[in-house]
Structures are given as C-alpha cells and as structure tokens.
Nanobody, 122 residues
Framework: QVQLVESGGGLAQPGGSLRLACVAS????????MAWFRQLPGKERELVAA????????MFADSVKGRFTISRDNTKNTLFLQMNRLKPEDTAVYYC???????????????WGQGTQVTVSS
C-alpha cells in the first residue's frame, strides 16, 4: 500500500512563497515519476508540475512556469514544490501523485495524497 502525505500548505500573501512537501511510503519511491496537481472547488484537477524518477526531466503548467519548481530527494522519499511569486489564482488544494512508470509525460498517476490547502490572499 502506497501512502503519500503532503505538508506545507497554508496562507500566503500575493508575491510570497510556500514550499510543499510530500513524503511517500510503501514502495520504491525512486523508481517512479511524481507530480503535483491542484484543484479548485467545482473544477477538474489540473497538473501543476511533474518530475521523472531521477529528477532529470521536469514539466510545468504554463500558468506556473518561471514561478514554481519541482524537485525530489529519493534518499528521503520526498517530493517538493517550491512556489514563488504566488498569485491569488494559485489558491487551490494541492495533491501529490505517484506515477506508474519512470518517465514523463506519458505516465498514469495511480496513487494520491489527501491534499493540502494553499490560499493566496492579502
């Protein structure tokens, strides 16, 4: 059984920063692609950023390019999302997801965390 636990969400001001973390347990974290998604009430979940198994390939949604960075520490089974220059439209529940294969973008995400709320407001 794979477990993903997110942390680091909260309230930030526009222009501020937050760092999300996702700790994985239950399988070989370093063998699979990982990603961050976000979801607003009443809207579909959208991919924010993804990273391959070894951290050499990354992809970002256009809306966060240049502001967000995704990284991973396979020695600590942890995925990160550094969010800078936050905007009110970044407000959402952010989910960590584990893929079924090593590479991106052609990957199915099969395990999900419970989500962490990010609110950007003055």
């Amino acid at each position: 059984q794979v477990q993903l636990v997110e942390s680091g969400g909260g309230l930030a001001q526009p222009g501020g920063s937050l760092r999300l973390a996702c700790v994985a347990s239950g399988r070989a974290f370093g063998n699979f692609a990982m990603a961050w998604f976000r979801q607003l009430p009443g809207k579909e979940r959208e991919l924010v950023a993804a990273i391959n198994w070894i951290g050499t390939n990354r992809m970002f949604a256009d809306s966060v390019k240049g502001r967000f960075t995704i990284s991973r520490d396979n020695t600590k089974n942890t995925l990160f999302l550094q969010m800078n220059r936050l905007k009110p439209e970044d407000t959402a529940v952010y989910y960590c997801a584990a893929g079924s294969t090593r590479e991106i973008p052609s990957v199915s995400y099969v395990h999900w965390g419970q989500g962490t709320q990010v609110t950007v407001s003055s």
